[in-house]
T-cell receptor
Framework: GQQVMQIPQYQHVQEGEDFTTYCNSS?????IQWYKQRPGGHPVFLIQ?????EVKKQKRLTFQFGEAKKNSSLHITATQTTDVGTYFC???????????FGRGTSLIVHP | EAGVAQSPRYKIIEKRQSVAFWCNPI?????LYWYQQILGQGPKLLIQ????????DSQLPKDRFSAERLKGVDSTLKIQPAKLEDSAVYLC?????????????FGQGTRLTVV
């Protein structure tokens, strides 16, 4: 079955530093979604990547989908305290409509 | 646009008791999901409905968990009897038909504590 690893599990940064989380799959993916969950909150959709090598930007957030469609990353430039939360990748393997979530990366931003 | 509604927000029960959670998805969303999120982990899919039919329930512990989606709209998830390890947040989500891979909209969740 599909194995998804998300690293790191936790990341502490000083406000203004950059942050990156990685999502790696053992199988080729059809697409991948990213969600953010604030402490005590529920997951909120950020983006969906579909094409090999795709790069999408949302203000300070940059999302990439690997050329082999087996990995993805989320990069935040100049973190702010509002970026605090857990970032989950939710990859879908080819032919599967079952949305699975990674373990998530918890981002802690120190002011 | 109203979001996904869930109730109750919190529930505390003793082990071996039963409990039910309710979810009202976003109007027009044919796909409904129930997830279990244990503290410190990502959401784990329990069951996925397309209208009132089950798409996947492979990770639903069927000896104690059951779910239904009457008339393809509201859904209930039941646990009977509950175990200590069922303590978690139960999240309901909905999305447009799965023919397109669309985002899932999550409700606030029900935090269940089994003591």
């Amino acid at each position: 079955g599909q194995q998804v690893m998300q690293i790191p599990q936790y990341q502490h940064v000083q406000e203004g530093e950059d942050f990156t989380t990685y999502c790696n799959s053992s199988t080729t993916l059809s697409n991948i979604q990213w969600y953010k969950q604030r402490p005590g909150g529920h997951p909120v959709f950020l983006i969906q990547l579909v094409k090999s090598g795709e790069v999408k930007k949302q203000k300070r957030l940059t999302f990439q989908f690997g050329e082999a469609k087996k990995n993805s990353s989320l990069h935040i430039t100049a973190t702010q305290t509002t970026d605090v939360g857990t970032y989950f990748c939710a990859p879908r393997a080819g032919g599967s409509y079952i949305p699975t979530f990674g373990r998530g990366t918890s981002l802690i931003v120190h002011p | 646009e109203a979001g996904v509604a869930q109730s109750p927000r919190y529930k505390i029960i003793e082990k071996r008791q039963s409990v039910a959670f309710w979810c009202n998805p976003i109007s027009g969303h044919a796909t409904l999901y129930w997830y279990q999120q244990i503290l410190g982990q990502g959401p784990k899919l329990l069951i996925q409905f397309q209208n009132n039919g089950v798409v996947d329930d492979s990770q639903l512990p069927k000896d104690r968990f059951s779910a239904e989606r009457l008339k393809g709209v509201d859904s209930t998830l039941k646990i009977q009897p509950a175990k200590l390890e069922d303590s978690a947040v139960y999240l309901c989500a909905s999305s447009l038909p799965r023919t397109g891979d669309t985002e899932a909209f999550f409700g606030q969740g029900t935090r269940l504590t089994v003591v």
